[in-house]
T-cell receptor
Framework: NAGVTQTPKFRILKIGQSMTLQCTQD?????MYWYRQDPGMGLKLIYY???????DKGEVPNGYNVSRSTTEDFPLRLELAAPSQTSVYFC???????????????FGDGTRLSIL | GDSVTQMEGPVTLSEEAFLTINCTYT??????LFWYVQYPGEGLQLLLK?????DKGSNKGFEATYRKETTSFHLEKGSVQVSDSAVYFC????????????FGSGTQLTVLP
């Protein structure tokens, strides 16, 4: 019962490098999300998707890109890494169907990213 | 815009003590309210929720009541255990949104034996 899987768990990047944070879920959820968590702060929404082929910006999208070509996968791309992007990144998913309109979000274990 | 304010942490309690973590919110309409818990090195897990005024969410001995008149959703537990040590996040979801959550800053709880 994998749930939401994020890779890698840890990564160190140099300023200006690019990378993709992977996220996959096996629960057939329509909704997927990317958050960042800075020390002592709550989670802030970067991007979200309500289904394959559909993405939208959250609260802090600058410096990131996403795609959603399949229901299962929702990768997050950093094109030009900056020190301000040092954070812990969480992917989450939730069902878009069912009688309970507030299906919980299921979170991955996070990717700890440092930009030096 | 929407916002969630949690009491400042960290909170340190002895085992079997009573726990209260305060949470207040600002949002238009009638949001749904949530408490999530994050254990070290893990992602967030839903602890409990309430979707309308006066609802009480409960799970694993934790409770929180949706108080619209005071815009609050305080988390309580009568007798904490060492295993409850974690970071607790209050969150809201505005009605009509694509299930997006707005989180508070989190409260670190440490329970000592």
């Amino acid at each position: 019962n994998a749930g939401v899987t994020q890779t890698p768990k840890f990564r160190i990047l140099k300023i200006g490098q690019s990378m993709t944070l992977q996220c996959t879920q096996d629960m057939n959820h329509n909704y997927m999300y990317w958050y960042r968590q800075d020390p002592g702060m709550g989670l802030k929404l970067i991007y979200y998707s309500v289904g394959a082929g559909i993405t939208d910006k959250g609260e802090v999208p600058n410096g990131y890109n996403v795609s959603r070509s399949t229901t299962e996968d929702f990768p997050l791309r950093l094109e030009l890494a900056a020190p301000s992007q040092t954070s812990v990144y969480f992917c989450a998913s939730s069902s878009g169907t069912g009688g309970d309109r507030d299906q919980p979000q299921h979170f991955g274990d996070g990717t700890r990213l440092s930009i030096l | 815009g929407d916002s969630v304010t949690q009491m400042e942490g960290p909170v340190t309690l002895s085992e079997e003590a009573f726990l209260t973590i305060n949470c207040t919110y600002t949002a238009t309409g009638y949001p749904s309210l949530f408490w999530y818990v994050q254990y070290p090195g893990e992602g967030l897990q839903l602890l409990l929720k309430a979707t309308k005024a006066d609802d009480k969410g409960s799970n694993k001995g934790f409770e929180a009541t949706y108080r619209k008149e005071t815009t609050s959703f305080h988390l309580e537990k009568g007798s904490v255990q060492v295993s409850d040590s974690a970071v607790y996040f209050c969150a809201l979801r505005r009605s009509g949104s694509a299930r997006q959550l707005t989180f508070g800053s989190g409260t670190q709880l440490t329970v000592l034996p």
